[in-house]
């Protein structure tokens, strides 16, 4: 009897490139892809944390390279994407994951300097990175593009106004792009985080963690940066071909949570 399921799970020999990646979601991201057999190009303004990740990967069996760049920086933008490019012998999988957050108020006088390193970073970085690995993804054929939003980008909470705009945006960027680029056969998805374990929630403090995950997440805790980078890993697949344009949470129940 012919077997049923005809769609690859691998994403063995694909190239991938992850922003963000010395730290949180996105080092686990580059690590499972690794674990996956794809080439990670692991890219971060951290270059001590993407040396250190390269040489993990490395050391694990897998195949990796580094690039340290300011993705609010167009042209350390291209020439890491065409670096990766060249390294690799091409590019099929692009996630979009840098991010920061600071807390300030609207009524701040450093607000507006605020809002425009929360766009340059979290929203343009996204479109420009995009941009400069399309040429690649063209020619790969079944492209897989992966931005990283926030269950921010679907609520929102008092004095990260740039934050949640901008997250907000990386969720309608991906709407776009989603009914753009398939005719190349790319594909492009957002993931939205809720409360994970990272560098950005470290300076919460643990009572507070416990108290917010009683309250307010079914499963009562806090997620781990490989639980994102599963659900990111799936939206990759060869086999993920007929998803497109979703905005996944992976909240474990935060925004469907009424009390």
């Known amino acids: 009897m012919a077997r049923l399921s005809t769609l690859s799970r691998s994403i ?3 190239t991938a490139l992850v922003t963000g990646a ?3 979601m996105g080092r686990a991201t580059a690590h499972l892809f690794a ?3 794809a080439h990670v190009a692991v890219a971060d303004i951290n270059e ?6 390269v040489e993990e990967i490395k050391a694990a069996g897998g195949s990796a390279a580094g690039w340290c760049f300011d993705v609010a920086d167009l042209g350390e ?3 890491a994407v065409d670096g990766a490019a060249k390294t690799f012998g091409g590019l099929d999988i692009l996630i979009n994951n840098a991010g920061f957050s600071h807390h300030m108020s609207v009524e701040d006088d450093a607000f507006e300097e605020n809002w425009q390193r929360h766009m340059d970073v979290l929203l343009t970085a996204h479109v420009r990175l995009v941009r400069a690995a399309l040429p690649y993804l063209k020619v790969a054929g079944g492209g897989r593009i992966v931005n990283i939003a926030s269950t921010e980008g679907l609520g929102a909470t008092p004095e ?3 934050y949640t705009s901008a997250k907000h945006g990386v969720i309608g960027l991906t709407r776009s792009l989603a009914v753009e680029l398939p005719k190349y056969g790319i594909t492009v998805n957002c993931i939205c985080p809720g409360a994970i374990h990272t560098g950005i929630t470290s300076r919460i403090k643990d009572e507070h963690k416990e108290i917010f995950s009683r309250r307010r997440i079914p499963l009562k805790r806090y997620g781990n940066p490989e639980e994102v980078a599963h659900a990111t ?4 697949l060869p086999a993920a071909s007929y998803i497109n344009g979703v905005a996944l949470p992976v909240d474990a129940g935060l925004t469907i949570k009424n009390a």
């Open 12 to 14: 063995a020999g694909k």
């Open 22 to 24: 010395a730290s949180g």
């Open 35 to 37: 674990d996956e057999g």
């Open 48 to 53: 001590d944390g993407v040396q250190a990740v």
């Open 77 to 79: 933008i291209n020439t």
């Open 160 to 162: 990260i106004a740039p």
């Open 233 to 236: 890993l799936s939206l990759v």
